[in-house]
């Protein structure tokens, strides 16, 4: 049996489907504990590439007999070199990942999420591998995108092959875990793009300013996209109603945690804002609202078909980061023992502001990891 | 330029092949040699690493020159990894650094070249091990030396060497570079 090709959206909707999966990662050990394939259904084993350039036998006793193995390294290389391997110890149903982690890092998976009242839908852009959520929100032939990625051809295809002409653009806040596509996306389709004019003092490129009250209309003129000033994560984090049922939170508020505000050095000046933001501003809107993150951190907080979603009353009950009474616990809570910022944090805010501008590998790189965006309760 | 033993070119060549080549270049050295492979592939410092903590050799550095990645390694050798010392004269890194600037010491750094190069103590003098015999003439029978390398291994010999040919004043420290807290300086 030959050495098959597992392409990143194979993985993704076996991952959503709870199919069962053993991943071999020959990755190095630090940039496994960093960052990994994860799924209710994957069990996992970590042995590097260079331990098994001289021969796989030591390891076949660890490989599962009837289960389906792939092997995982950083680009696809060594795990070429090592399912090849394994191929020829007369391992059976072996696969390599095409494209390795960076793949995995990049792939999108669209999700609709419903529809719209009027006509319409909104669909959630899974970004698996790194846990970055983002919207189309869909109307009588148009579209809006919010907290676009970097990969701009999913939502590009997306859009043409349901014949769309997107008109918005717009970031929640200025991210500082992943690259935007907004810039690139607005250039494409020739829409307009909006930022927080508060995260937007130092962008060196025009943009149109997201403020509450100024309501944004894709299509059908009843689709109506409310922004909400939210700060907290950032001072400009701004929220936004869509159609009086979603609610898109950025990274102020995600299904099982709630965001940091550390990761623009103000984490001292922002814990207020964010715990106005959380304890009084979303509480004011309704309980029926479906609350849809930019973000998630654990594969248990996809639904049965890969979605992330909650209802923002059922967040009250069950989200502890919206359960703290004491406000010095909050404090400690957003401030103190946070995880590690994600990976070159600064240089992804830099070009987002579009202060530097990386060539593509160099961006690639940037945002290899998790999104760590979050703190838990 | 940082002296080495060999140089590998892995430029071009993606993962695994570095330290496919790297694994085979390190067998035709010789312990206590260094390697210097060049690459041009990102993942091979951090892969390079983790595959020298794992086998035992000594990680020195990377330098980076313009896409050229340039990794150097020093092969270990199993003496380096006993902890036997003769010579009597001996010094720990603590004694060291209350010395440095207070005392006229001379402090004489016996490991390789690259080693040296990446980190040192500040105005330490290098002499590798292998060429102390030729170059002993370069230090003062009279000065207070202070042998310093990794683990107290090399320093050890370079003592009973200077102390043999007459120099009065040797003392080896103990452990050396590997434990050193104090400040360094680099290329």
């Known amino acids: ?377 | 330029m940082i002296k080495t033993d060999k140089v590998l070119d892995a430029k071009g060549l993606a993962c695994p092949m570095p330290i496919v080549k790297t694994k085979k270049a390190i067998g035709e050295v010789e312990p206590g040699q260094v390697l210097e492979i060049q690459a041009t592939d990102k993942g091979s410092t951090a892969d390079l690493q983790a595959w020298a903590k794992s086998t035992g050799h000594q990680y020195l550095g990377t330098k980076e020159e313009g896409d050229v990645l340039k990794h150097y390694l020093r092969k270990a050798s199993e003496a380096e990894t006993k902890e036997e010392s003769s010579y009597p004269h001996v010094i720990n890194n603590d004694e060291l650094k209350t010395k440095l600037g207070n005392e006229d010491i001379v402090v004489l750094d016996v490991r390789e070249p690259a080693e040296y190069a990446f980190s040192r103590i500040p105005g330490a003098k290098s002499i590798p091990l292998g060429e102390l015999e030729e170059r002993m003439s370069e230090l003062n029978e009279e000065d207070n030396i202070h042998v310093v390398c990794r683990t107290g291994n090399r320093s050890d010999r370079a003592a009973q060497i200077l102390s043999e040919k007459g120099y009065k004043n040797v003392l080896n420290v103990v452990p050396g570079m590997s434990e050193w807290d104090g400040e360094t300086e680099n290329d």
Not at chain 1, 83 to 96: D, P, R
């Open chain 1, 1 to 377: 049996m030959a050495l098959k090709e597992m392409t990143a959206k194979e993985v993704a909707q076996k991952v959503i489907n709870n199919e069962k999966l053993f991943i071999l990662d020959v990755r190095n050990e630090e940039a496994y504990q960093d960052w990994k394939i994860e799924g209710e259904s994957v069990e996992i084993i970590n042995i590097p590439y260079f331990d098994l350039i001289e021969g796989v036998d030591h390891i076949l006793d660890q490989l599962p007999d009837d289960t389906e193995k792939l092997v995982v390294c950083a680009k696809e290389g060594s795990s070429k070199f090592v399912g090849e391997q394994l191929v020829e110890a007369g391992v059976e149903n072996v696969s390599y990942l095409q494209g390795g982690m960076k793949t995995w890092s990049e792939h999108l998976e669209p999700v609709k999420i419903g529809d719209l009242k009027d006509g319409g839908a909104i669909y959630q852009f899974v970004r698996i591998g790194k846990g970055c959520l983002s919207y189309l929100v869909e109307s009588n032939g148009e579209a809006m995108i919010i907290d676009s990625n970097r990969m701009t051809e999913p939502y590009k295809i997306f859009a043409n092959e349901k014949g769309l002409n997107v008109k918005h653009i717009a970031d929640t806040h200025l991210h500082a875990d992943h690259i935007s596509g907004g810039r690139k996306l607005a250039e494409i389709f020739g829409a307009d793009y909006y930022l927080p004019p508060k995260d937007a003092t130092e962008v060196t490129y025009d943009y149109n300013p997201l403020e509450e009250g100024k309501d944004l209309t894709v299509g059908n003129t009843k689709i109506q996209v409310q922004p909400i000033y939210s700060p907290g994560h950032t001072i400009g984090s701004t929220s936004f109603i869509v159609d009086d049922q979603y609610l898109l939170t950025g990274d102020i508020l995600f299904v099982k945690s709630i965001g940091r505000p550390d990761l623009a050095g103000k984490a001292e000046d922002w814990v207020s804002d964010l715990r106005d933001t959380l304890y009084r501003k979303y509480k004011d809107l309704s309980d029926e609202l479906f609350v849809l993150p930019a973000h998630f951190s654990k594969m248990e907080e996809l639904s049965e078909d890969g979605s992330v979603i909650a209802k923002l009353g059922d967040l009250y009950e069950k989200n502890s980061g919206l359960n703290v009474e004491d406000e010095g616990e909050f404090r400690k809570l957003v401030t103190e023992n946070l995880p590690p910022q994600p990976n070159a944090y600064q240089e992804i805010r830099e070009t987002n502001m579009g202060k530097i501008n990386p060539e593509d590998e160099e961006q690639r790189e940037m945002e290899i990891g998790p999104n760590r965006c979050a703190v838990e309760g």
